[in-house]
Structure formats: structure tokens, C-alpha cells
Antibody
Framework: EVQLLESGGGLVQPGGSLRLSCVASGLTFSNYDMNWVRRAPGKSLEWVSTVTATGVHTYYADSVKGRFTISRDNSKNTLYLQMNNLGLEDTAIYYC??????????????WGQGTLVTVSS | QMTQSPSILSASVGDRVTITCRASQSVSVWLAWYQQKPGKAPNLLIHKSSILKSGVPSRFSGSGSGTEFTLTIASLQPDDFATYFCHQYHTYPCTFGQGTKLEIK
């Protein structure tokens, strides 16, 4: 059974930083492009970022470009999202996910349970 | 940009419903549909416009290409009342539609 377990969410002040982690099990992690997707309260899903299987290529939503950094450690089956200069608009549940993306259009989808990030003063 | 409609849909068990997603430019067939229930992660229903994910009931179907796509539920079941999202994965940045909340009438 595939499991994606996120951690690192919490309450942070505007301008602050957080680092999310996602540990994967039950799949060959190094074979897959991995993603962060978020859903803010009352809003739609928003794709945040993708890192390719080898970690060489990264892609970002315009809303987070320059503030967020996605990375992975295939030796630890772990995906990361470093979030800097957080704003109120970044408040959301953040999901670690393997979903179809332009660089890996396969049919599988796996999601974590989500971790809540709240940006508030 | 993906424009999804309607934003809210009220229907009854047994109804046939259709949700539409329109892309601002062609995404070929690279369009997926997700279902999300409160407090849960999304779940992929359909990928590549019309291919049902394994295990998804056959009452769900998808169609379209280019800029116009539809998700149809042939006969609504109680478990289907949820929020549905389209998602284009033709090019980066990937984009989701605004969502359609399917409510019980």
C-alpha cells in the first residue's frame, strides 16, 4: 500500500518560513515526479510545484515562484517544500501527491493526508 | 486557465449530471477529473480526458479534447455528492478548475 506522510505544517507569522516534508512508502519513489498541491479555505485546488524523478527539474506556480523551493532526497524517499516569506494567501492544506503532470502523464494518483499551514499574526 | 461550470449543482439521486471545463488554450487530451470530499484528499476519477481510473464506477464518464471537456455522472448515487475539479496537465503551470460542488436537491 502506498503511503505519503506529510509533516511540518503549523502556525507561522507573515514573512516567516516553514519546511514541509513528505515521506513515501510502498512505491519506488525515485521513479516518480512528485508534487505539492494545496487547497486554501473556500478555494479551489492549486498546483504548487513539481520536481522530476531525478530532482534535476523543478516547476512552480507563479504565486509561489521565488519564495518556495521543492526538493527531494531519493535515498530517504522524502519530498520537501521550503516555504519562505509566507503571506496570508499561503494559508491552506498542503498535499504531497503523485498525480499526472506534464512531465509524467501516468494514470496513478497517490495523495498524503495533508498538512495545514496557517499564516497569521 | 481552466473555467469550470457550474460552481454549484443541485441534483437528486438517480439524476444524470454534466460538469463542463473550458481551457483558455488547447490542452489536447491532457485533462483529468478529481473528486474531493470534506476532510479528505482528492481522488482521481478520469485521466487523459476519457479514461476511467481503475476501480472508478462506470457511471462516471469524461469526454472532450482541445478546449472543451465534460464530466458526466449517469445516475447519481448518494456517495457522489462531493466537489469535482478538472485539471489540465498539458503544460506547466498545471491548472485546476474552480470546482463544482454537487449538492443534494
Amino acid at each position: 500500500e502506498v503511503q505519503l506522510l506529510e509533516s511540518g505544517g503549523g502556525l507561522v507569522q507573515p514573512g516567516g518560513s516553514l519546511r514541509l516534508s513528505c515521506v513515501a512508502s510502498g512505491l519506488t519513489f525515485s521513479n516518480y515526479d512528485m508534487n505539492w498541491v494545496r487547497r486554501a479555505p473556500g478555494k479551489s485546488l492549486e498546483w504548487v510545484s513539481t520536481v522530476t524523478a531525478t530532482g534535476v527539474h523543478t516547476y512552480y506556480a507563479d504565486s509561489v515562484k521565488g519564495r518556495f523551493t521543492i526538493s527531494r532526497d531519493n535515498s530517504k524517499n522524502t519530498l520537501y517544500l521550503q516555504m519562505n516569506n509566507l503571506g496570508l494567501e499561503d494559508t491552506a492544506i498542503y498535499y504531497c501527491a503523485k498525480v499526472p503532470v506534464p512531465t509524467m502523464k501516468g494514470a496513478d494518483d497517490y495523495w498524503g493526508q495533508g498538512t495545514l499551514v496557517t499564516v497569521s499574526s | 486557465q481552466m473555467t469550470q461550470s457550474p460552481s454549484i449543482l443541485s441534483a437528486s439521486v438517480g439524476d444524470r449530471v454534466t460538469i463542463t471545463c473550458r481551457a483558455s488554450q488547447s490542452v489536447s487530451v491532457w485533462l483529468a477529473w478529481y473528486q474531493q470530499k470534506p476532510g479528505k484528499a482528492p481522488n482521481l476519477l478520469i485521466h487523459k480526458s476519457s479514461i476511467l481510473k481503475s476501480g472508478v464506477p462506470s457511471r462516471f464518464s469524461g469526454s472532450g479534447s482541445g478546449t472543451e471537456f465534460t464530466l458526466t455522472i449517469a445516475s447519481l448515487q448518494p456517495d457522489d455528492f462531493a466537489t469535482y475539479f478538472c485539471h489540465q496537465y498539458h503544460t506547466y503551470p498545471c491548472t485546476f478548475g474552480q470546482g463544482t460542488k454537487l449538492e443534494i436537491k
